[in-house]
């Protein structure tokens, strides 16, 4: 089975912090993703990235980074964190193109709240 | 513009009836079609997926969901609901344009099972 971790459940940071969020999957997937998901607006693509040091801006950039240094690993960075930042941040990946349909697997989450 | 609509936000059901979560797409390009579910504070699950061939897809945990082209559907469902079965489900498609790693998503849709 996929598995798709991340580093916290739950994470309390003040506003001005800088936030690293990580997420490691252990299938040798070449794409990774980072959402954000608020109540009533699904969920929102903030970077993703389809391969080592590669990268894409989703919908919703303004205000993250990120890095993917190794390919088991994509790190979303909060620069300096801001209150209408506070949300639940889903990490996923999915297989190359040829072994799978684009199915994305997704880890546990981590709710995020910056006081 | 490509987009995929839950027009529910919310689904009311007893426990034993069958239940119908919506889902319509507009996509360029042959359909890509998932379900996922989401239980109270997790991550998404991956229920089934539609890529071609036989119009009723057999998924996980009892569901099924059917492909209609015409009417651009891909309806979610089950012919006995159980309370287990309440949470968020959200419909998405592959991005038939541009970056075709992507998926697009509905909103979700709540579903609550009544005992």
């Known amino acids: 089975d996929v598995k798709v971790t991340q580093s916290s459940r739950y994470l309390v940071k003040r506003t001005g912090e800088k936030v690293f969020l990580e997420c490691v999957q252990d299938m040798d997937h070449e794409n990774m993703f980072w959402y954000r998901q608020d109540p009533g607006l699904g969920l929102r693509l903030i970077y993703f990235s389809y391969d080592v040091k590669m990268k894409e801006k989703g919908d919703i950039p303004e205000g993250y980074s990120v890095s993917r240094e190794k390919k088991e690993r994509f790190s979303l960075i909060l620069e300096s964190a801001s209150t209408n930042q506070t949300s639940m941040y889903l990490c996923a990946s999915s297989p190359p193109r040829g072994q799978g349909f684009y199915e994305q697997y997704f880890g546990p989450g981590t709710r995020l709240t910056v006081t | 513009a490509q987009s995929v609509a839950q027009p529910e936000d919310q689904v009311n059901v007893a426990e034993g009836n069958p239940l119908t979560v919506k889902c319509t797409y507009s996509v360029s390009g042959n359909p890509y079609l998932f379900w996922y579910v989401q239980y109270p504070n997790r991550g998404l699950q991956f229920l089934l997926k539609?890529?071609?061939?036989d119009n009723l897809v057999k998924g996980s945990y009892g569901f099924e969901a059917e492909f209609n082209k015409s009417q651009t559907s891909f309806h979610l469902k089950k012919p006995s609901a159980l309370v287990s079965d309440s949470a968020l489900y959200f419909c998405?498609?592959?991005?038939?344009?541009?970056?075709?790693?992507?998926?697009?998503w509905g909103l979700g849709t709540s579903l609550a099972v009544n005992p």
């Open positions: 998405a498609v592959r991005d038939g344009a541009g970056n075709n790693r992507k998926l697009i």
């Open positions: 539609y890529i071609t061939g």
